[in-house]
């Protein structure tokens, strides 16, 4: 076989490669937020939680930095796992979204903790959220949804739904 071959495959691949590369490049497409809500908590409930779907269209991998909620001084990530048979929830140190992927905050699993209210909550009303991100280049983002106050019947355990 002559030698050439052998190099001009790595090379055709190195560019294949490097249009790849291009194209992935950080900046280009949209950090998306939808369908943010906020089930209304019991009566007297220290806390509430704030839900939405983050869409990563982007070509790079993105990590939470921050989160704010209106009308709360602090609001936390959380993320709720089964431990020993019981359901915990613990602050999630790092959250990452990967290029092209989407990512639910969700009752079980990641949510915001929104916490110390400023003003009480009413079913119906909107609550802003300001989430901050960041990708590997060290470029940042800013993104903001409404998230609105759901009756609480709406999402109801099914444990709950027995008392009357
Ligand atoms: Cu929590």
Not at 44 to 73: C, I, Q
Request: net charge negative.
């Amino acid at each position: 076989m002559p030698a050439t071959r052998l190099i001009l495959f790595p090379l055709w691949l190195l560019a294949g490669l490097f249009a790849l590369a291009a194209c992935a490049g950080g900046s280009e497409g949209e950090l998306r937020l939808e369908s943010g809500v906020i089930p209304m908590p019991p009566a007297g409930a220290p806390m509430a939680a704030g839900y939405f779907t983050l869409h990563n269209e982007t070509g790079s991998d993105w990590a939470l930095e921050s989160a704010r909620v209106d009308g709360f001084k602090l609001t936390e990530v959380h993320r709720t796992r089964l431990e020993n048979g019981m359901l915990r929830m613990r602050r999630a140190e790092s959250v990452r979204i990967e290029a092209g992927e989407q990512l639910r905050f969700e009752p079980g699993g990641l949510h915001l903790m929104l916490m110390t209210p400023t003003q009480p909550l009413k079913a119906g009303e909107l609550r802003l959220a300001r989430l901050a991100l960041r990708n590997a280049q060290g470029e940042t983002r800013e993104l903001e949804l409404p998230l609105a106050v759901r009756p609480r019947e709406a999402m109801a355990a099914p444990d709950e739904m027995h008392h009357h």
